[in-house]
């Protein structure tokens, strides 16, 4: 059972513009939503992440955005950049004592120069 | 954040073969993840390493296949034994740590291994 689903699987953005990628979640006892950014040879490194009591968070150029009710998370960059051309996953998990992250299936960004 | 060192980075191996892949934390941590990613695919977690007891598997991973050992809050290895061309992936070591109420997982840079 896929609990966390990431849309969509690819996305190509011109530079400058704003890349958007979603994810939604079924499992309501998730607390910690994060993303990670995976470049091609190098294991998933922590972007930003966001817990269930805001309902944004920006760092930078990247923003999460959470909407509790329906259960979805979003990962905003703005100005893309082609440096941030790269896989992205979400995750999230849950305040219990294993903590497993529980991801997503990815998105393959590409970023026009 | 935790810095791991996870060695090899790379293996090519014969069928049949086992390989032992090596985890090192720069500090000690109470959560330890390994973690597989086919090519192309996102990660499923393979085990939660627990310190001096057995480690804690999920479905479709079983110990005969893939035993893990973690000595102590610093170190672990995973060992994929008997291997197939179909345990060619990433594995991939990561850690966990709660910072004033916020999760911090960090991952190690991964192992890519090809079977043969």
């Known amino acids: 059972q896929q609990q966390v689903k990431q849309s969509p699987q690819s996305l190509i953005v011109q530079k400058g513009g704003i890349s958007i990628i979603n994810c939604a979640y079924e499992n309501t006892a998730f607390d910690y939503f994060p993303w990670y950014q995976q470049f091609p040879g190098k294991g998933p490194a922590l972007l930003i992440a966001?817990?269930?009591?805001?309902s944004e968070k920006k760092e930078g150029r990247f923003t999460i955005s959470f909407n509790k009710s329906a259960k979805q998370f979003s990962l905003h960059i703005m100005d893309s950049q082609p440096g941030d051309s790269a896989t992205y996953f979400c995750?999230?998990?849950?305040?219990?004592?294993?903590?497993?992250?529980?991801f997503g299936s990815g998105t393959q960004l590409t970023v026009l120069p | 954040s935790a810095v791991i060192s996870q060695k090899p980075s790379r293996d090519i191996c014969q069928r049949g073969t086992s390989l032992t892949i090596q985890c090192q934390v720069d500090s000690q941590v109470t959560m330890m993840f390994w973690y597989r990613q086919q090519p192309g695919q996102s990660l499923t977690l393979i085990a939660t390493a627990n310190q001096g007891s057995e480690a804690t598997y999920e479905s479709g991973f079983v110990i005969d296949k893939f035993p893990i050992s973690r000595p102590n809050l610093t170190f672990s290895t995973l060992t994929v034994s008997n291997m197939s061309p179909e345990d060619s992936s990433i594995y991939l070591c990561s850690v966990g740590a709660v910072v004033l109420k916020n999760y911090g997982y960090t991952f190690g840079s991964g192992t890519r291994l090809t079977v043969v």
């Open positions: 966001i817990r269930p009591d805001v």
């Open positions: 995750a999230a998990a849950t305040s219990g004592s294993a903590r497993q992250l529980t």
